[in-house]
């Protein structure tokens, strides 16, 4: 019997806020345990580390140019 912890993260993943939730509870279960068919699957904490670093210094590339390039230079 799932939890009710297990039932919310279900229903608001990123992937069921969106399109609503279009795979089995089961495989969500699976795929968040890292079990059978998703036991090899690679880990994206660092690719995630990665993109989320970059977005850090889009923001602050912005944040130092943005005052002496004004939108209406462009």
């Known amino acids: ?14 992937s069921g806020c969106i ?5 089995e509870f089961k495989d969500y279960i699976n795929f968040i345990n890292m079990e059978n068919e998703y036991k090899d699957a690679p880990s994206p904490i660092v690719p995630s580390i990665k993109k989320y670093g970059f977005g850090i210094c889009m923001v602050l590339i ?3 140019l943005g005052k002496h390039f004004p939108l209406d230079y462009v």
């Open 1 to 14: 019997k799932p939890s009710f912890l297990e039932v919310l993260s279900y229903a608001f993943s990123s």
């Open 19 to 23: 399109f609503g939730p279009f795979f």
């Open 62 to 64: 912005y944040a130092i």
